[in-house]
């Protein structure tokens, strides 16, 4: 009996073993872009929740903008551009193992008249803190020229010390196109380990913060009334009234604890209005916020202590 002879597969048909792949392919890809809005929405919140926590709020009062992805660069990207204006990436800063872009989104078309388009890039880090310190490094300084700002782009004097759990900020600079700002905000959340960059040219201009006078210290003849109108268990003595002791002072300001005060030293009134005893030394400092207290410990050593009244 002859054998029988396997089915092969028609002329231009495929096998069933290609097929099978085939399908494992088209399920490969319909992951995609699952992932792409996941990574998305939890980017979202970093721009929704965790920038308007710190006081960055860059959508204002108008409903979240739509956006779109785009491709990513297989090793990243090298700058962040708008328009004529370019900054190096976190990219650029980034060692090995430390993280790695996720996402790229931007803002439609239509919405780029406004502000020239944001931009948002999408990280997975991890050490989020040395990370961003290590961008604030570069960024910062002098050749690169963005400053610390807040909302309303007035400059920070102070860098911020940075947590991984979460955080935020914005750096911006005068942009190339007149009556804009570059700027960055950079928010971050140890939750899900992201950490979100965006990037616009809206129009602003950089201003410095307005320099506060410190208050003028109060005059010795007004630290003497307020001292003589305290009861006197608030300066650890006894009696019903100031009235029972001398009030003098040196002249001059000594400095405790960095604080300017003056030094007063307090006696108490004899009988024949005679000058009796020092009972206590305070400082009392120029804006009427400290008192110190000088006392001598059991080695007969000066120490000075802060009045609590």
């Not at 002859?2 to 099978?20: D, F, M, R, S, V």
């Not at 976190?90 to 780029?112: F, H, M, N, V, Y």
């Not at 003028?216 to 009696?239: F, R, W």
Request: hydrophobic share 35%; aromatic share 6%; charged share 30%.
């Amino acid at each position: 009996m002859p054998k029988k002879k396997k089915k092969t597969a028609a002329e231009g048909e495929e096998p069933q073993e290609g097929k099978k792949k085939k399908k494992k392919g088209k399920k490969k890809l319909l992951l995609i872009p699952v992932a792409l809005i996941l990574v998305a929405a939890v980017a979202a919140a970093v721009i929704l929740l965790i920038l308007p926590r710190f006081g960055i709020n860059l959508l204002g009062d108008k409903e979240q903008e739509p956006q779109i992805e785009e491709p990513i660069p297989k090793k990243g990207v090298e700058a962040y551009t708008v328009g004529e204006d370019t900054v190096a990436s976190l990219d650029t800063i980034l060692e090995e193992g430390e993280g790695e872009l996720l996402a790229l989104r931007t803002t439609p078309e239509q919405s780029k008249a406004e502000e020239e388009g944001r931009h948002t890039y999408i990280y997975e880090v991890n050490g989020n803190a040395a990370i961003v310190n290590r961008y604030l490094d570069l960024v910062l300084s002098g050749e690169v020229g963005f400053s610390l700002v807040d909302e309303n782009y007035v400059i920070q004097e102070e860098r911020p010390e940075l947590v991984d759990e979460e955080g935020a900020l914005m750096v911006a600079k005068a942009s190339a196109v007149e009556g804009k700002v570059f700027q960055m905000a950079i928010g971050w959340s140890l939750e899900n380990n992201m950490l979100a960059v965006r990037i616009s040219v809206p129009e602003a201009q950089l201003r410095k913060p307005e320099k506060v006078e410190p208050p003028k210290p109060a005059s010795l003849s007004e630290q003497l009334d307020t001292i003589q109108t305290m009861h006197p268990s608030e300066l650890g003595l006894s009696g019903r009234s100031m009235d029972q002791y001398e009030v003098l002072s040196t002249t001059g300001f000594v400095k405790v604890d960095d604080i300017l005060c003056r030094r007063f030293t307090i006696y108490e009134k004899t009988g024949d209005d005679k000058r009796g005893d020092i009972v206590k030394v305070v400082y009392f400092s120029g804006d009427q916020q400290h008192m110190f207290q000088q006392e001598t410990d059991e080695n007969g050593k000066l120490i000075i202590t802060e009045l609590v009244t």
